[in-house]
């Protein structure tokens, strides 16, 4: 029997993808942020190989446009890195996402406390980000005056 394999991952593929984060662009520009053609596909591509990566299966391709509008409303996101830096966070959440599975946290719970070690304790470096979550999420990093006390 020839059993063929399909990859899962493409239930959203990624030009698909790349049309709807082009489609960010009008609420991105608001923050002074634009999207090219080719960082939209490098992003797409990003999802899909961290899809991968981390053994995950999504099939909105939701998280990506999640994650570019949050983040770009961040003030410590440079216009000139913003792509890469979002296909930086993008691979960091499902990496959260997986690792870190007993947090309970909505998807949208992520992206925020994400946003939040990002602008405050990390101050914009997403190499201290992936310590930083569970860090905080654990209650070993100070709290903003504003961050809510749980986020279960």
């Known amino acids: 029997m020839n059993i063929g394999i399909i990859s899962i991952n493409s239930a959203f593929p990624a030009q698909a993808e790349k049309e709807n984060i082009l489609g960010l662009n009008g609420k991105l520009s608001e923050n002074g942020l634009i999207i090219s053609e080719n960082q939209a596909l ?22 990506a446009e999640k994650i570019i509008l949050e ?4 003030a410590c996101i440079d216009r000139d890195t913003f792509a890469d830096t979002v296909c930086e966070l993008i691979d960091i959440f499902y990496y959260l996402r997986n690792g870190y599975p007993e947090t309970r946290l909505s998807d949208d719970q992520l992206i925020s406390v994400m946003r939040e070690c990002f602008d405050n304790e990390c101050a914009g ?8 979550v569970p860090d905080r ?3 070993k990093r100070k709290k903003s005056p504003t961050e809510p006390e749980s986020y279960e």
Do not use: V, Y
């Open 137 to 139: 999420l654990a209650g």
């Open 71 to 74: 983040f770009g409303k961040s």
């Open 125 to 132: 470096d997403t190499d201290l980000l992936a310590d930083a």
């Open 42 to 63: 490098s992003i797409a591509e990003a999802r899909e190989s961290s899809l991968q990566s981390n053994g995950r299966i999504e099939f909105s391709g939701k998280t």
